[in-house]
């Protein structure tokens, strides 16, 4: 034990020769990564994201306030007036509605076939592999090559399914599938769903694997149907892999190109055109041939997509809100 005199010595040292209080350095949160590792990690994708996207996106506006010649060559700025004459294009309304039916024909039956293949395919049964992979085939397939194999099933001559309605004697005589008007856009839908499928399947197939077996078990015990099990439990933890199968169908229906021009480069005009290809019309089909219209409609489908989209999101939010 020191000794009183010590211990006041030791208290009133003066204070220019006491040691300096140290600083103690925070430690990091755990799990926290430091901004410039952060930057690094993400810098590729950023890159990628400015280069695909932003760029692209910033060239489209560009051109969409140009003038061009039909060789492509700049001649100045056009400012709002490339957007007032696609406004003003007699053919737009039948556009767009050709757009609407489209969008919503293709996604309204994918969901639903893709509903039942992907509750059959999470079943166990014998040849499931084989299966699978032949759903996943006209996924992997060019859309290019679909449609021109479908242009040769639809063939009004020589088309395989026109022989096999007539021998089935559905029909009397052969249908022109892609050249009447009342077949066009009901067989671009049927050939869209057939390339949606493939993704929309295995996209619900996951959800429903998701699913706990626990919940199903339970819902058995208290003597619930399937209809009803299927309404309450599935169908509900089912949404998210719903949203996601919806939403990015719109926005690959809007912007499907390959299919729809394959099956209608024969017809003429705007008559069962989407957006999309009416674009690509007026910049290198129509006899103005202007490609600053063709981007200020690029723009208008790019803003439809947005507020379809952010459309529908809202309404899936509102609901589960009242839910």
Request: proline share 6%; net charge positive; no cysteine.
């Amino acid at each position: 034990m020191a000794e009183p005199g010590q211990a006041s010595r030791t208290t009133d040292r003066p204070k220019e020769h006491r040691a300096p209080p140290t600083r103690r350095r925070r430690p990091r949160p755990r799990g926290r990564v430091s901004p410039l590792r952060s930057v690094l990690w993400l810098g590729p994708a950023l890159l990628l994201i400015g280069g695909v996207v932003l760029y692209p996106a910033y060239e489209l506006v560009r051109a969409s306030l140009s003038r061009y010649s039909i060789t492509g060559l700049h001649l100045g700025d056009a400012g709002a007036a490339n957007y007032a004459h696609v406004l003003q294009q007699p053919a737009l309304p039948t556009v767009l509605a050709n757009t609407v039916v489209w969008v919503l024909g293709v996604v309204a039956l994918t969901i639903v076939i893709s509903l039942a293949l992907a509750q059959f395919l999470a079943k166990e049964f014998s040849g499931r592999r084989f299966v699978r992979w032949a759903v996943i085939v006209p996924w992997a397939a060019s859309l290019v090559i679909t449609g021109r194999l479908f242009t040769l099933i639809y063939d009004y001559y020589h088309g395989i399914l026109n022989r096999l309605l007539m021998g089935a004697r559905i029909i009397d005589r052969p249908i022109d599938f892609l050249g009447d008007d009342r077949w066009t856009m009901p067989s671009m839908i049927a050939v869209g769903v057939f390339v949606s499928i493939p993704f929309s399947t295995y996209v619900l197939l996951a959800g429903l694997n998701t699913i706990p077996r626990d919940v199903y078990e339970a819902a058995h015990i208290d003597g619930a149907g399937a209809w009803r099990i299927y309404r309450r439990i599935t169908l509900p933890l089912l949404r998210p892999a719903l949203i996601v199968t919806i939403v990015l169908n719109v926005i690959y229906l809007f912007n499907s190109f390959p299919v729809i021009w394959t099956l209608n480069d024969r017809n003429p005009g705007f008559t069962h055109d989407t957006t999309i290809t009416f674009m690509y019309k007026l910049a290198f089909k129509s006899a103005e041939r202007d490609i600053g219209q063709s981007a200020a409609a690029g723009v208008f489908n790019v803003l439809l997509i947005l507020v379809v989209v952010v459309a529908y999101l809202r309404i899936v939010k509102w609901q589960e809100t009242e839910a």
